[in-house]
Nanobody, 120 residues
Framework: QVQLVESGGGLVQSGGSLRLSCSASSGSISRYYNMGWYRQAPGKERELVASARSSGSTDYADSVEGRFTISRDNAKNTVFLQMDSLKPEDTAVYYC?????????????WGQGTQVTVSS
């Protein structure tokens, strides 16, 4: 069973930085054609923050473009989300997601989430 374990969340002041990490408990992350970070704030729907495909291409939500950077480190079996210039509106629970293409369907795996709180 695939387990994704996130770490790195916490409380930071506006303008500060945090780096989130997501590690896979079994197998190599290279098996996932897409890995990403989502977030969910209270009362809001879960939204995509950033994604990184095995091809090397990346996508970002408009709200974080230029401030956040996603990266995959296959050697460390970890995907990172570097968050700079944090704003109070970035406060949310951040979830790691991995997508695998197998048996002609896409399998989605999720981490348990890590809280990020940005104070003004």
């Amino acid at each position: 069973q695939v387990q994704l374990v996130e770490s790195g969340g916490g409380l930071v002041q506006s303008g500060g930085s945090l780096r989130l990490s997501c590690s896979a408990s079994s197998g190599s992350i290279s098996r996932y054609y897409n890995m990403g970070w989502y977030r969910q704030a209270p009362g809001k729907e879960r939204e995509l923050v950033a994604s990184a495909r095995s091809s090397g291409s990346t996508d970002y939500a408009d709200s974080v473009e230029g401030r956040f950077t996603i990266s995959r480190d296959n050697a460390k079996n970890t995907v990172f989300l570097q968050m700079d210039s944090l704003k109070p509106e970035d406060t949310a629970v951040y979830y790691c997601n991995a997508q695998e293409l197998s048996l002609s369907r896409i399998w989605d795996y999720w981490g348990q989430g890590t809280q990020v709180t940005v104070s003004s």
